[in-house]
């Protein structure tokens, strides 16, 4: 599986950025999918998780209420819709394909259970 992701770039607090992740090399429709983000000098975190129905998703505490991860099967691509962007949330974002339908404590705890990455994309809030 090979995952990549896009759509990062530079916005002023506040606003918004919309980040993609297609899959390719093998179907990923029956597989988690969770969003990590790394800032400089910072271990990699766990941003958000969806199941591979998209029935049930997880964030963690602070994009709570203001990112929402979706995903179209058909189209083999993750979503992370971020708004009222803060300049802490300025990172490298990575996508992650868990190998089970649903996603796993170690997910959330920092990304024990992925099995594939993604290359990242750099968001930049600027204040």
């Known amino acids: 599986v090979q995952l990549q992701a896009c759509g990062g770039g530079l916005v002023q607090a506040g606003g918004s950025l919309r980040l993609s992740c297609a899959a390719s090399?093998?179907?990923?429709?029956?597989?988690?999918m969770s969003w990590f983000r790394q800032a400089p000098g910072k271990e990699r975190m766990f941003v958000a998780a969806i199941d591979w129905s998209g029935g049930s998703t997880y964030y963690e505490d602070s994009v709570k209420d203001r990112f929402t991860i979706s995903r179209d099967n058909a189209k083999s691509t993750l979503y992370l819709q971020m708004n009222s962007l803060k300049p802490e949330d300025t990172a490298v974002y990575y996508c992650?394909?868990?190998?089970?339908?649903?996603?796993?404590?170690?997910?959330?705890?920092?990304?024990?259970?992925?099995?594939?990455w993604g290359k990242g994309t750099q968001v930049t809030v600027s204040s």
């Open positions: 992650a394909a868990e190998v089970s339908k649903y996603y796993s404590s170690s997910t959330l705890r920092g990304g024990g259970a992925i099995d594939y």
């Open positions: 090399g093998r179907s990923v429709s029956s597989y988690a």
